[in-house]
């Protein structure tokens, strides 16, 4: 797939799978926007990619501030004259016990993880829907919107939430020739990779633990153009975990 003179918005993208999607996307000859509060890591992936050869711009985004997510697609489109792809990737978690959850704990995750994915793709899709073949756009969700562990509620309640934004939008952007899907990654690595056990790798159905590239390429392929016949779908990947059935003997 190759992705040249389209403009790809990835947001969370100073670290882990949101890092290596900016990275892949610009290696496919995207110009690529690394929305990220962190301007130190920011920086250095925007800067990694150039040094690759690849073109990216930084913006120092807060996605819980609606401020930023308005200026983060202007200043896109001010430098580029158009936006073609956004990956909502940012998001954060908190394992907390449910008694003990602040409401100001809870707000925090919702507004990063969830609102921030609506106000994001809304302010994207007012400039995609000036292209002649509109846009793309990937949320990305997570398998724990359909399984759980325990005190995951917030992140659990954004994931799911992401799924049902999904389809919703997909319905709402598809007179602008919008697609709108989701990922739902499973155990995806992004530090200590090596320091897995065959036991780690071993209870997925495909032999190993998930890699972020695995995720980058799900990306790829839901927003390719010419996959215009794929929205408002959420797409698994997990190494088949999910459909694992789990008895104790």
């Known amino acids: 797939m190759n992705f040249e003179d389209e403009v790809a918005v990835i947001t969370g993208a100073g ?52 401020d930023d997510i308005v200026r983060l697609f202007a200043k896109t489109n001010e430098l580029f004259g158009k936006i073609n792809i956004l990956i909502n990737n940012a998001g954060i978690s908190k394992w907390k016990d449910p008694l003990l959850l602040t409401v100001e704990e809870w707000e925090n995750i919702i507004h990063t993880n969830l609102r921030s994915v609506f106000l994001c793709s809304r302010e994207a899709a ?86 972020p590239l695995d995720i980058a390429k799900g990306c790829f392929y839901l927003t390719e153009r010419e996959n215009d016949f794929i929205t408002g779908q959420n797409i698994v990947i997990d190494g088949g975990m999910t459909i694992k059935m789990i008895y104790e003997e």
């Not at 002649?132 to 992140?155: K, L, Q």
């Not at 954004?158 to 952007?173: D, N, P, R």
Request: charged letters at 25%; hydrophobic letters at 35%; aromatic letters at 8%.
């Open 15 to 66: 670290s882990g799978i949101g890092r290596k999607v900016a990275e892949e996307y610009a290696r496919k000859h995207a110009k690529v926007i690394v929305a990220e509060t962190n301007q130190e890591t920011g920086e250095f992936v925007a800067n990694y990619i150039k040094e690759k050869g690849g073109e990216a711009v930084f913006i120092q985004t807060d996605v819980r501030n609606p």
């Open 126 to 211: 007012k400039y995609m829907k000036k292209n002649v073949d509109g846009g793309a756009i990937v949320n990305m969700a997570s398998t724990r919107a359909f399984m759980s562990e325990a005190n995951t509620e917030a992140y659990a309640a954004t994931k799911g939430g992401i799924v049902a934004l999904t389809h919703a939008m997909a319905i709402s952007f598809s007179p602008y020739h919008i697609r709108v899907n989701s990922i739902s990654p499973g155990w995806i690595e992004t530090k200590n990779y090596n320091q897995l056990t065959e036991q780690d790798h071993d209870q997925h159905p495909s032999g190993r633990v998930g890699k």
